[in-house]
């Protein structure tokens, strides 16, 4: 291609001097080519296009690109794709016209790499033993990247990763990262960070205790960061802000000295690994100092004093007595008398001395009720006053009152009687000109006595005996059996009920404008021929049950019987006994007895299966027929069986002569299943089958067949 370009210029070039044209169209100025220029950066695979905007003449264009000082045409094309082949020469473009003579030139290079662009940021903090690490988010290109990590002023290389951990060494210098890109030409230097310093302490340290002279104050160090050796600075705040070391207080601890009364106190905390430092708040200021103490019982009617023998001299005390929760005084001088309106708050004591700020103080626990009725208050019980709590000396005078002020006695203990009913009682007492009245109880409640009279049986009337209730008023009554609220009654007599049996009556009274109301309960009202008598839990075959007859009406008609089984009544079993029967297996016992006044109906458990077989299922092994669950009041005969499986017990037939209640296997029924059926003239049973006969020797799977039930009909006898 290269070869028919150049020829192509040679034949133009040719045309030109002879003065030929080498255009078939209108005749043109063959000498106004004009000029050209390149556009773009002579950068490797960057594109440089040829800017022919200022270029004349007309027809085809024709581009050679060339080294500078080179024939060697390396392209033909309007845009050149520079390579890292022409890395540091100069590239030269010419153009011609087919229709013009001459040809216009321009030149780019020499050809260097692209220069890297973008930026690149440090983040994180300049503090030794934190990472600062190179952020190249906006830096241009693609290629691999170079770092050189350097301390500001210094050539010197401090690390080549992108991250950089502050070291020691570099505390007061900046630190600056240099970055180059593989195929890029230049570096890009981030702006330098502050100076290295350690890192700044952070977190909180607060002061533990009270300031007040001699109590000890901890700075309480729990929040704080860091690391390294703490030390402490205590400093004293005056009252205008100035502030001041305190001399020889650089411990964890400081023991409040005379000479910080008046002054908050704070603690300032250093590190030895970190900068700067953190400053507790302040304590409030050092108040007047020393301890100040109550004696005395806080009674109404004591007299308490304020101990002040620790405050040293110097300057007159005052006092001031205050209740808790109030700030009026109740007195100024320095004993104080417990009043009654003092009962419910502690007594505080503030000692303050001319001269000096601040005042120390005192409290008392709380001052209890002097006088109080404990307990619950009824008719017939005797109530007494406890004045435990009531101080002073002297002796007691006492007033009972009925509400709303009705005095009812005078002694330290009163007994509540009918007049009370209805009304609240409370008493006064006095001792050394202080008079106290107690709580009052609650309401007396209807009172007196409840009983019931008559006999706790069905049919029985029974009576609510009211002769001795208190108070006035309608009287109401409710019956109601077993704890239940459900009213089965409202007179004061009531007959008792079939419902009622095995279960407590319980009669309560109440007056309609009386509160309170009073209850009595009968014993459980006996339960009328419930019970069937048997043997163990359940009733065996066999058996006779008897039933019980008791705790009917005294004036009962002739009682009637009738038994089910399983729910279905038994034809011909009207009398108080039955005698179990093998049809009855696996089925409940009921006896209904009845007679005018209603029913009442005893179930049993289920008559349990009554013969199974123990033993291995194996020739040569004694099998036995198990009636454990049969009465021992019958005799039943046995007959053994055989089958070939418990699918075939309709096809079992009988063992000639195995009619006793053991059987021995022989190897004539090895893979088949045994039998064993009982009978009486109550009926018969056949037992579940063993499982599979094995030969001797042979080890039994001793799983059962759990065929309870087989059909007793289906027996085939024997040839």
């Known amino acids: 291609m290269e070869k028919t370009y150049k020829m192509l210029g ?85 153009v011609m016209r087919f229709d013009n003579h001459g040809s216009a030139g321009a030149e780019a290079g020499p050809v260097t790499l692209t220069p890297i662009g973008g930026s690149v940021v440090i983040d994180g903090l300049p503090w030794v033993d934190s990472t600062l690490a190179a952020n190249t988010d906006i830096l241009g290109g693609n290629e691999g990247i170079s770092y050189q990590w350097r301390r500001s002023g210094s050539s010197e290389v401090i690390g080549t990763n992108n991250t950089y951990t502050v070291r020691d060494s570099d ?28 890192t700044p302490l952070t977190g909180l340290v607060s002061i533990n205790g009270a300031p007040a002279l001699d109590s000890t104050l901890t700075a309480n160090i729990e929040g704080l960061g860091g690391s390294g050796t703490i030390y402490y600075q205590w400093k004293l705040i005056s009252n205008n802000g100035d502030v001041s070391n305190i001399l020889n207080a650089t411990g964890s601890t400081h023991t409040v000295r005379t000479n910080d009364m008046g002054n908050s106190i704070t603690v300032t905390v250093t590190r030895d690994r970190n900068s700067g430092s953190v400053t507790s708040d302040t304590t409030g200021p050092v108040p007047f100092g020393g301890i100040v103490s109550i004696s005395g ?62 005042s120390v103080g005192a409290s008392t626990t709380t001052v209890p009720t002097p006088v109080t009725i404990p307990g619950s208050a009824e008719i017939g019980q005797t109530i007494s006053v406890n004045t435990t709590n009531f101080g002073g000396s002297g002796s007691f005078s006492y007033e009972w009152k009925r509400y709303p002020a009705e005095i009812i006695g005078t002694g330290s203990s009163y007994t509540v009687s009918c007049d009370d009913v209805g009304k609240a009682i409370f008493v006064t007492v006095a001792r050394s000109g202080i008079s106290v009245t107690s709580n009052a109880t609650s309401t007396i409640p209807l009172g007196g006595s409840l009983t019931i009279t008559g006999t706790v049986r069905v049919g029985e009337t029974l009576t609510a005996n009211i002769a001795n209730l208190c108070g006035s008023g309608t009287i109401i009554y409710e019956w109601t059996r077993g704890g239940s609220d459900t009213v089965i009654g409202t007179g004061e007599t009531y007959t008792v009920q079939f419902a009622d049996a095995g279960l407590a009556l319980t009669v309560t009274v109440s007056r309609f404008i009386t509160s309170g109301s009073m209850s009595a309960s009968t014993v459980t009202v006996p339960r009328p021929a419930v019970w069937l008598t048997m043997t163990g839990t359940a009733p065996l075959v066999g058996q006779t ?71 291995i299922a194996r020739v040569d092994e004694a099998l036995t027929a198990n009636i454990d669950n049969i009465s021992s009041d019958i005799n039943v005969s046995y007959t053994w069986m055989h089958a070939y499986g418990p699918e075939h017990s309709e096809y079992r037939q009988i063992i000639p002569d195995a009619s006793g209640s053991t059987y021995t296997v022989p190897t004539d029924y090895i893979g088949q299943v045994i039998f064993v059926r009982v009978e009486h003239e109550l009926g018969a049973y056949t037992s579940a089958p063993t499982v599979h006969i094995v030969p001797a020797d042979t080890d039994v799977d001793t799983d059962t067949d759990t065929d309870t039930d087989p059909d007793d009909d289906d027996v085939v006898e024997p040839d």
């Open 10 to 94: 040679i034949i133009i070039a040719l045309a030109a001097l002879a003065g030929v044209s080498t255009s078939c169209n209108n005749p043109v100025d063959k000498n106004a080519l004009g000029t050209i220029s390149i556009d773009g950066s002579p950068w490797v695979d960057s594109t440089l296009t040829v800017n022919t905007s200022t270029l004349g003449g007309s027809g085809t264009v024709y581009y050679h690109w060339r080294y500078r000082g080179s024939s060697d045409i390396i392209s033909t094309d309007s845009v050149y794709l520079v390579r890292n082949v022409d890395m540091n020469r100069h590239l030269t473009v010419t």
């Open 545 to 615: 049950l008897p039933a019980t007859t008791s705790n009917f009406p005294a004036n009962t008609e002739a009682l009637s019987y009738e038994w089910r089984v399983g729910g279905t009544p038994i034809p011909g079993t009207t009398n108080s006994t039955y005698t179990v029967r093998f049809d009855d297996v696996g089925h409940n016992i009921t006896l209904t007895v009845s007679d005018a006044s209603g029913e009442i109906t005893g179930t049993t458990a289920a008559v349990p299966v009554p013969v199974t077989i123990t033993g």
């Open 171 to 198: 505390r007061g210098s900046s630190i600056t990262v240099t970055v180059t890109r593989s195929g890029k030409s230049g570096n890009i230097v981030s702006e330098p960070t502050d100076a290295v310093i350690f």
């Open 297 to 358: 019982t806080p009674l109404v009617g004591n007299t308490l004093t304020a101990n002040t023998g620790t405050l040293g001299s110097g300057g007159q005390l005052s006092y001031a007595w205050m209740r808790s929760g109030s700030n009026d005084i109740l007195d100024s001088v320095s004993t104080y008398t417990i009043r009654p309106t003092d009962v419910g708050s502690s007594i505080i004591l503030h000692v303050s001395r001319d001269g000096v700020d601040g």
